[in-house]
């Protein structure tokens, strides 16, 4: 064995950084509460808080607080973490880009057992509301307080805290978390929080990843305070975005498509669905210069997401991602089960195996 080797496993476990591969809300989340339980961390991504290129799903999320339905309970758990945290962050004041709204949401059909309703143990002012107050062609509908992340502030801000508590965040592309291995020999916990980037890494392939092209509207409006989500078939969500003085008009799921183009005929429906949902807010023929476009490419995984710890060698490998259109409602929660994943780890390292790793 060579004097670096040697020297190498005299660093203790605590000074080895926690590795993040992306640089999106996963990995970013992760970060901040690694941090703030007092990990070194450092993260690798292509794409860092402030950049904008498509692929980078978490530069164009909506980003509301929804309850997920069809999710096991361990996953609506991850969602009500991230409900908590988030709304400290939004009482905290506008710094994060979090804000508190009302929300109305219609349903089409009567609520299953495992349907969105299970969050009214998570949400404020929960309550049915009764016919006269929404449409008379939904069975039902339920208004509540939810919350809404501006991701042109709060990805920000979650650079700004990273770099404040001594996270170090690197731009550079990886083709596999071997290089990344190669690069922090020290480290014994890599975190893959990659996104889509998961199909490609070379030692990963995951073949269930898949691009999910999303494409909204965002309406500049001062009434910008409730959120209105259509459940069922003709799936439409009016997002309020307080912070930015505007609303986002959704929502479309396009599968395998990359297309950087404003597809109008999208465009369109999307203003129609949307003024159908709150024409209070939503005028049927908005001014042109009240408009823009937003579009990103979402990272959908079949069968779901993937959250889990590997050892492989003398290291940890957890991975989070494949979350597409739920990653800010996961985001916190997923985060804490990830410190959980890491202290585990530690536990290994510093008592079970000691330094003899
Ligand atoms: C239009 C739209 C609306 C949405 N609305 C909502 C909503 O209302 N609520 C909600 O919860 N979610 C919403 N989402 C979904 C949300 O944006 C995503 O689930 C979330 O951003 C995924 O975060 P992530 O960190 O996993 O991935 P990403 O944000 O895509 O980040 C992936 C990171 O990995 C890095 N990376 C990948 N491969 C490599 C590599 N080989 N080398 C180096 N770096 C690499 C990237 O550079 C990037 O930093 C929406 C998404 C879209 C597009």
Redesign the pocket.
């Known amino acids: 064995m060579g004097e670096i080797d040697r020297d190498r496993l005299q660093v203790p476990f605590s000074q080895r950084p926690i590795m993040i ?7 970013c989340a992760t970060a901040r509460q690694l941090l703030l339980n007092g990990f070194p961390v450092a993260l ?5 808080p402030g950049d904008q290129d498509i ?4 530069a ?5 607080w929804h309850a997920a339905g069809g999710i096991t309970s361990d996953q609506q758990y991850l969602q009500a973490v991230t409900h908590r945290i988030l709304l400290k962050m939004a009482q905290d004041g506008p710094e994060s880009g979090v804000s508190i709204v009302d929300a109305r949401e219609y349903l089409e059909q009567e609520p299953t057992p495992n349907s969105a309703i299970w969050g009214k143990t998570v949400v404020s002012k929960f309550r049915e509301m009764s016919s006269g107050e929404y449409p008379s062609n939904f069975h039902c509908a339920w208004a509540y307080e939810t919350l809404v992340t501006d991701p042109t502030r709060h990805m920000p801000y979650l650079r700004k805290q990273i770099t404040s508590l001594g996270g170090q965040f690197i731009r ?3 083709g596999s978390l071997q290089e990344l291995y190669d690069m922090f020999p020290d480290s014994r916990v890599f975190i893959n ?5 998961s199909k ?2 070379a030692d990963v392939q995951d073949d269930r990843c898949f691009p999910e092209r ?1 494409q ?1 509207v965002f309406l500049q409006t001062e009434q910008c305070h409730t959120m209105y989500f259509r459940n069922g078939t003709e799936y439409t969500y009016v ?1 309020p975005r307080p912070l930015s003085k505007g609303v986002v008009l ?2 479309v799921k396009q599968q395998d498509n990359l297309s950087p183009e404003v597809d109008m005929d999208i465009a369109c429906d999307e203003i129609a669905r949307a003024h159908r949902l709150a024409p209070e807010i939503v005028p049927a023929q908005p001014a042109e210069d009240t408009v823009s476009h ?1 579009i ?4 959908s995984r079949k069968g779901g997401f993937r959250l889990d710890s590997q050892r492989i060698g003398n290291r940890s490998v957890l991975s989070a ?1 494949g ?7 996961f985001s916190y929660g997923v985060a804490d089960a990830l410190v959980t994943m890491v202290a585990q780890a530690e536990r290994e390292n510093v008592i079970d195996g000691g330094r003899s790793r």
Request: no cysteine; hydrophobic share 45%; aromatic share 14%.
């Open positions: 591969l992306g640089a999106g809300i996963i990995g690798v991504a292509e794409y860092l692929e980078y799903a978490s164009w999320a909506g980003a509301a550079r592309r990886v929080a990659s996104g889509w980037g490609d890494l999303g909204n997002i959704g929502g937003i990103g490419i979402r990272p991602y979350f597409g259109g739920g990653g800010y409602a």
